[in-house]
């Protein structure tokens, strides 16, 4: 089982998802039987901010003075599944999410999941580094994505 538990520092994110803790719970939930993890007890966190805080906590972790669309922190290098257990953190800009400004309800809400999948796979060890993990990466993003939007909608 998957918990996330959803932190917001920018206002702006109730504007577009009324409910964001469910929102996320419910994308949890529609992951493909390999992302349940049954029998186990997966956590991590997600903070919804904006480019100001992003662009902080990229230069401070990173060395990068820009903001990002997200960031992905893992608890660990090594993944070692155990009953219990704590994968880390995401953090997503709401202001990348939300370019254009005109872009309908619809679309932010699949640009959130499509990110959200891409953070949820870097706390699992997988990178886009190298080409050949890039190419990886894109295909289990495209599989939960697919997998997530036939329950959801």
Known sequence: MIKVSVFSEEKAWSKRLKNSDIF???ICRAFPKKYQFSNKKVL???LLSNNKNIKKLNKNFRNKNKSTDILSFPFNK?????KNMYLGDIIISYNYL?????????LFKQKTIK???HGFL?????NHIKNKDYFKMLREENFIY???KSKIN
Request: glycine share 4%; charged share 30%; no cysteine.
């Open 24 to 26: 996320f719970k419910k």
């Open 44 to 46: 991590f966190s997600l």
């Open 78 to 82: 090594k993944i070692k599944f155990s």
């Open 98 to 106: 939300n370019k254009p400004k005109t872009q309908d309800l619809e």
């Open 115 to 117: 990110i959200f999948i």
């Open 122 to 126: 870097h706390l699992l060890g997988f």
């Open 146 to 148: 697919k997998h997530v």
